[in-house]
């Protein structure tokens, strides 16, 4: 009974397509991960997040991540740094970026730089006041962190793209910060409403 059975599990293994295993394969690609060094932090991101050249003097680093399955539109990952502005001052800012009323949500928690602010937004996206998009995208993310390491300048840390391709490079960022989403808590509503 026995050698039957092994005879059979290796049948199965040996008929089963390559492509059953191509899951193990992605797993083992994107565990690849390549430090950044941007001033006072370091983003261990997977390498295929592809880092670009800023497109302005306000940006620090600049990357695309990879897309989930059926989405077209990139996910770009900007990196910035100034002095101050909390989740609060930036918020009709972001809210700003959206076409009619944006879903918003804010949590904080630390991570490997001290503590952060990660608020999610979620509608219709049309851009920043100074660059408009061409064409509105459509349930469209937002993610932005705000790392604020002590007695140094913030850190913002923005994902925009295709809601599904930003919510998955946001639980890479997490990673990548040394932060837990598990472990963050709410901001009150009115905190980031104001």
Do not use: C
């Not at 990139?74 to 009709?92: H, Q, R, Y």
């Not at 002590?150 to 946001?170: I, M, R, V």
């Not at 990673?175 to 905190?191: S, Y």
Request: charged share 30%.
């Amino acid at each position: 009974m026995a050698s039957r059975l092994f005879v059979w599990s290796l049948a199965v293994a040996l008929l089963t397509p390559a492509a059953a295993f191509a899951d193990d394969i992605k797993d083992k690609s994107e565990a690849k991960l390549k430090e950044h060094s941007i001033q006072d932090i370091k983003l261990k991101l997977p390498e295929s997040w592809k880092s670009q050249a800023p497109e302005n003097k306000l940006r620090l680093a600049q990357f695309v991540a990879p897309n989930v399955d059926g989405d077209k539109e990139e996910t770009i990952l900007v990196v910035s740094s100034f002095a101050g502005g909390d989740t609060k001052a930036n918020m009709p800012r972001w809210v700003g970026e959206f076409q009619g009323a944006a879903k918003a949500e804010t949590k904080s928690g630390e991570s490997a730089f001290g503590p952060y602010e990660v608020t999610n937004l979620t509608g219709t996206h049309v851009g920043p006041s100074f660059r408009r998009r061409a064409t509105p995208l459509e349930d469209a993310r937002v993610v932005m962190f705000i790392v604020m390491p002590k007695e140094k300048p913030y850190y913002y840390l923005k994902l925009t793209g295709p809601a599904k391709s930003t919510a998955a490079a946001a639980k890479t960022l997490r990673a990548a910060i040394g932060a837990e989403d598990a472990k963050e808590k709410a901001v009150e509503a009115d905190k980031s409403k104001e």
